[in-house]
């Protein structure tokens, strides 16, 4: 039996259904990435910080992975705001993706009044790289581990202060958890981003910090800040000698933080799938893992989108919950 093929008739042409088939994906395919267009990567931080620079590790990988080019623009302030802004006024049309820690969705709307619901305007199709936090110590302070610094913070109550790179953030909270955990009266005093937090610990100024591995790590290794324990599950290859949280007793300090990559909900699936499929390839890379791992990162695990929703309703339902506690005020 011959298999036969079914002609359309298309004014004085004919088509086969198989041509119509061909012809029908290729327009799916352009209208699912603009044709000739590049990939703008909106970056929510500024210029050198880890949400650039892992921006920067993916972009060049996206542009080989997709044989199109990749801009990246920085768009840093108002907690990742501008750059979901900036996303939100750009064509649905999958030309724009946005680079951004979790806590964008998890912590931000607690901390700043916004106009809009976060959850909703953005969604993470992949999460690129992952990191904890590190307390952190100037060298002067008497002691070594972390027995010995409750042990220090006890006996000089009210005295001794932690700092934090933004108030209301997962390093606020952190203090405020150890407080709880450990029966301490460490004072929390915020700033408005890493750098500076850093310098007044490394000034003696404040002699503790909560802090992420990226911008720590050089300064733990120049031995300019002693470091206590880390907050990931397990010890990192970046810190090996460091404890963690768990490790300690304190199973309520783990915490992990990821960058992720986001787009619009509303842009099309198979846009979606596609540049999740091209990130994924990216990561795979064992350059981009190696580069990663000298930063304090390791590369993110292939959760679904779905997952990685999931996961950010729960840490934004735990941190409301703790900053309820204390009375936080979203300014």
Do not use: C
């Not at 002609?7 to 041509?19: E, I, L, N, Y």
């Amino acid at each position: 039996m011959k298999t036969s093929i079914v002609s359309v008739p298309m004014g004085r042409r004919f088509w086969s259904v198989a041509t119509l088939a061909l012809v029908m994906a290729s327009t799916s395919g352009a209208l699912a990435q603009p044709a000739g267009k590049p990939l703008r990567v909106v970056v929510a931080g500024a210029s050198g910080g880890g949400t650039d620079i892992v921006a920067r590790l993916l972009s060049e990988g996206l542009q080989k992975e997709l044989h199109q080019t990749v801009v990246v623009d920085l768009k840093p302030g108002g907690g990742g705001a501008i750059a979901v802004n900036d996303l939100m006024q750009s064509p649905r049309d999958g030309s724009t993706m946005l680079v951004a820690i979790s806590g964008l969705v998890s912590e931000v709307p607690h901390i700043v009044k916004l106009r809009i619901d976060m959850a909703k305007e953005v969604k993470p199709i992949a999460e690129l790289a992952r990191f904890g936090l590190v307390l952190v110590g100037n060298p002067s302070v008497p002691a070594r581990t972390m027995s010995e610094l409750i042990g220090y913070v006890k006996a000089h109550p009210g005295k001794v202060s932690y700092a934090s790179y933004s108030p209301g953030t997962i390093a606020h909270l952190s203090g405020l958890k150890l407080n709880q955990a450990a029966g301490l009266d460490m004072t929390h005093v915020g700033y408005k981003s890493s750098q500076p937090a850093l310098t007044d610990v490394m000034g003696g100024h404040v002699p503790l910090m909560f802090d992420g591995m990226s911008t720590s790590l050089p300064l733990i290794k120049a031995g300019k800040l002693k470091a206590f324990a880390v907050s990931l599950p397990q010890r990192t290859p970046s810190l090996p000698d460091v404890p963690t949280f768990r490790e300690l007793g304190l199973p309520d300090l783990e915490t992990v933080i990821w960058f992720g990559a986001w787009v619009t909900p509303d842009t099309p699936a198979e846009t979606q799938a596609r540049l999740r499929q091209a990130t994924l390839k990216v990561l795979e890379q064992p350059a981009v893992r190696e580069r990663m791992q000298e930063l304090g990162f390791s590369a993110g695990l292939p959760r679904s989108p779905e997952e990685l929703q999931r996961t950010l309703k729960v840490d934004f339902d735990k941190t409301g919950e703790l900053l309820r506690s204390i009375d936080f005020k979203a300014e």
